[in-house]
């Protein structure tokens, strides 16, 4: 009976009217949210080589993309600070007068209620060593006394005005950790983030840059190794355990299998990352004419939702969500 030619299974396929009918996967502005950078000390944004679209913003270059993302749709923006000056503790990290949380509070105030303002929680935009942690005598990451760093930043980042916290540092009992300082202090509302499966890999190269790390060697004591699945969904059911509002996946399309798996493992909201080297490597291959730039990046895109992702945060978000209208 479901069998050629009583069947034929093109017949869904015979206009884009019926296809756009039993399309499966919705892509939508409201999906997408920004990962933004923010310099300490820019008066004129500063390009990023290795990402070409994409600039370290001064305070006011910004305010304006939030802007035009928050009117674009786009669901919210990922903020990231690169400091002046980096030391061993990161102390920038939770200084109110640091940059991470001063551009928070602009941009809070600027599109707070139009999209939810997101903050990076991890050291290593402002520690001298570029490690996620602070480090100890051995000159290795000390996970427990990292968590203590951790709390402050995040009450320092909820103070500012950011709506969700984006814990991407990998230490043990970090969702756990700064649930209970935020709560202790009030912030309930705070949503946690929790870059649960995130993998140390080479696709966060062009990062790299766009932070100007400090980096020397890599992270894998703490980020999971590409070759693991499992280790992938038992990261996030600890972090769903811990209090985690939301788990993600991170890249996102070398680890799709991962995203499903956690999407079929928990209960709660699960995102992807769709990283820098993902960004990279399409703008390299259409800026040389080899594929097509637009349906490239709506298919990555689609491919990491029907993956499993409820949201992505993707550096095209703004255009993508402009194209999506
Ligand atoms: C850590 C962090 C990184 C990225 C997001 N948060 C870098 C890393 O773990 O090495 C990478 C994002 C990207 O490559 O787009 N704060």
């Known amino acids: 009976m479901s069998r050629f030619p ?11 009217p019926v296809r756009n009918l039993v399309r499966e996967t919705s892509l939508e502005a409201r999906q997408l949210v920004l990962p933004v950078f923010v310099r300490e000390g820019l008066t004129e944004p500063a390009p990023i080589g290795s990402m070409p679209g994409v600039v370290q913003h001064s305070l006011d270059s910004l305010r304006r993309a939030a802007t035009e993302a928050a009117e674009a749709g786009v669901g919210g923006v990922m903020l990231f600070g690169i400091p002046e000056v980096r030391d061993a503790e990161g102390s920038g990290a939770d200084d109110p007068a640091g940059i991470l949380n001063v551009a928070t509070a602009a941009i809070a105030a600027e599109v707070g209620e139009a999209l939810v ?17 602070v480090l100890n005598a051995d000159g290795a990451v000390d996970n427990d006394a990292t968590l203590d760093r951790y709390r402050s930043m995040a009450l320092a980042q909820a103070r500012a005005g950011s709506q969700l916290l984006g814990l991407s540092g990998m230490m043990d009992g970090q969702t756990a950790a700064i649930r209970e300082a935020l709560d202790t202090e009030g912030f309930h509302h705070t949503l946690l983030l929790a870059y ?18 400090q980096l ?10 590409p070759g693991n699945r499992r280790e992938g969904v038992r990261e996030a059911l600890f972090d769903v355990d811990e209090g985690a509002d939301i788990v993600m996946v991170k890249p996102a399309l070398g680890f799709l299998d991962v995203l499903r798996e956690v999407r079929d493992a928990v209960d709660v909201p699960v995102w992807a990352y769709q990283v820098s080297g993902e960004y990279a490597m399409i703008e390299a291959a259409a800026g040389n004419g080899w594929i097509d730039r637009r349906s490239a990046v709506l298919e990555s895109l689609v491919s990491i939702r ?9 550096y095209w978000a703004a255009e993508a969500a402009r194209w999506l209208r």
């Open 306 to 314: 029907r993956a499993g992702a409820e949201a992505v945060l993707t």
């Open 117 to 133: 303002v997101q903050t990076d929680l991890c050291l290593d935009e402002f520690t001298d060593h570029g490690h996620c942690g």
């Open 196 to 213: 649960s499966a995130k993998y140390a890999s080479a696709f966060y190269g062009p990062f790299r840059e766009a932070v100007d790390s």
């Open 216 to 225: 020397t060697g890599d992270r894998r004591t703490y980020q999971l190794d």
């Open 6 to 16: 009583e069947t034929r299974l093109r017949r869904l396929r015979q206009s884009a």
